[in-house]
């Protein structure tokens, strides 16, 4: 599987953004897919999760009522809709894939896209 994201920018603090991660590949629906995020000097952190079928998700507190993922298996794409920024968002969002259902841990997936910046500005 090949991931690429897009759809990072700058905005304020208060607007919305939506990044997109599109897949390789005629076996999308069967994997896992999450979304992380890396600010600078942090680590690696979970933002959201979502089940093959798109059935199920999960949140990082931090984003829970903000950010929605969602993914369309007919496009081979994932998505994360991100309101209320706030500047602690800013990092590089990555999105990732996995065999069978999402993890909250960045070492569970085994494939990666390349990262996209978000900056949001106070």
């Known amino acids: 599987v090949q991931l690429q994201a897009s759809g990072g920018g700058l905005v304020q603090a208060g607007g919305s953004l939506r990044l997109s991660c599109a897949a390789s590949?005629?076996?999308?629906?069967?994997?896992?897919m999450g979304w992380f995020r890396q600010a600078p000097g942090k680590e690696r952190d979970f933002v959201a999760g979502?089940?093959?079928?798109?059935?199920?998700?999960y949140y990082a507190d931090s984003v829970s009522g903000r950010f929605t993922i969602s993914r369309d298996n007919a496009k081979n794409t994932l998505y994360l809709q991100m309101n209320s920024l706030k500047p602690e968002d800013t990092a590089v969002y990555f999105c990732?894939?996995?065999?069978?259902?999402?993890?909250?841990?960045?070492?569970?997936?085994?494939?990666w896209g390349q990262g996209t910046l978000v900056t949001v500005s106070s």
């Open positions: 590949g005629r076996t999308f629906s069967t994997y896992g």
């Open positions: 979502i089940s093959g079928s798109g059935g199920s998700t």
């Open positions: 990732a894939a996995r065999p069978n259902g999402y993890s909250t841990r960045w070492k569970d997936y085994n494939y």
